[in-house]
């Protein structure tokens, strides 16, 4: 076991499978000397310029040269520094990455990482603090990855790495320097596993990314008010685990989603559809959403709080929900 932040557990997984397949390259926006938030520290020392470089602030490049690399037989990841650069190379990802290999009857193999730093943290305003992810769930062909833990970093981006589509990978700043014992093991976590934090009875609790722990912070204290929340972290929004959800709100019979993204499209809206379709008469009152607002977040730090979840919002609703 190893005490490892988010952030060197990620590095650790570059490390080890650069080693491992010589045909992976890292390349993006400053990775040379470690990558926006440090997790490619040292890899341009160990494997050299032609598998680790830096590129122009060109995003479109970026990905485009992605697929071309796969396309040739390499298995390239790359760095956005933000993931809000998303949208400079929305037809690379979107139509190119997500849809080449449908399209030319599935003879090529995509192995494309993309690694997108998301989240709300220390003022970075609208353009370099959203969270797109939900954006992707309208794509076909590219998997969806929202790790919330070392432990889920770790063995989600080996995956993502091995696995020949493309995948993309968000990550939120806040959970870089959180740390946990993991195993040192070469472990991975299937794609589509949802992960259930907390066993609970009253309600379901569905958080995403950081807001898995504000989830859990509000479950221990519910717990003294002899409220039950079951929290369950999805871990991947495509391939989604819906059977772990389904038995979960089956047994409870509620259901809050909570995501730091904007409440209106966001991921929640899907989960909360596909809830209604298939477990309507499980429930025994609304489903809950909390989301951000639908408004550019602040850059000014003091206003930031307010466009994220909070444990006391949680229990605001889940206070309510125990009414029904």
């Not at 943290?121 to 790790?147: D, K, M, N, T, W």
């Not at 993309?168 to 740390?179: G, I, N, V």
């Not at 429930?283 to 850059?299: E, F, K, N, T």
């Amino acid at each position: 076991m190893r005490l490892l932040s988010m952030q060197e557990a990620i590095g650790a997984v570059l490390d080890e499978e650069m080693e491992r397949d010589n045909s992976i390259i890292y390349f993006g926006e400053d990775v040379q000397t470690g990558g926006t938030f440090g997790a490619a520290k040292g890899l341009l020392e160990k494997y050299g310029i032609e598998r680790v470089f830096d590129t122009p602030i060109a995003e479109a490049t970026i990905c485009g040269a992605a697929l071309g690399m796969a396309l040739m037989g390499l298995r390239p990841v790359v760095e956005l520094g933000f993931a809000d650069f998303f949208s400079v190379a929305f037809d690379e990802i979107y139509n190119k990455l997500g849809k080449w290999n449908w399209m030319h009857g599935g003879i090529f193999e995509l192995p494309v990482t993309i690694r997108l730093p998301v989240g709300i943290a220390g003022g970075a305003g609208p353009e370099h603090s959203q969270s797109p992810q939900a954006l992707f769930l309208h794509s076909q062909g590219l998997y969806v990855v929202v790790p919330s833990s070392p432990y889920d970093a770790r063995g989600l981006l080996k995956t993502a790495i091995r696995d020949p589509n493309p995948v993309l990978f968000f990550e939120h700043k806040l959970l870089y320097h959180m740390k946990e014992e993991i195993p040192g093991d070469d472990y991975t976590i299937p794609l589509g596993k949802a992960r259930v934090k907390r066993e609970g009875e009253d309600i379901t609790v569905i958080g995403i990314a950081l807001q898995v722990h504000t989830c859990l912070n509000a479950a221990k204290i519910l717990q003294e008010e002899g409220i039950s929340l079951e929290v369950i972290d999805p871990r991947t929004l495509i391939p989604l685990d819906k059977e772990t959800i389904l038995h979960s709100v089956k047994k409870t019979g509620k259901l809050i989603i909570v995501h730091e993204e904007p409440k209106r499209g966001g991921a929640g809206a899907e989960l909360a559809a596909i809830m209604a379709e298939e477990a309507l008469f499980d429930l025994d009152a609304p489903i809950v959403r909390i989301g951000g607002p639908d408004v550019p977040i602040a850059q000014n730090i003091h206003l930031e709080p307010y466009y994220r979840p909070s444990e006391e919002r949680i229990m605001e609703k889940a206070r309510e929900l125990m009414e029904y």
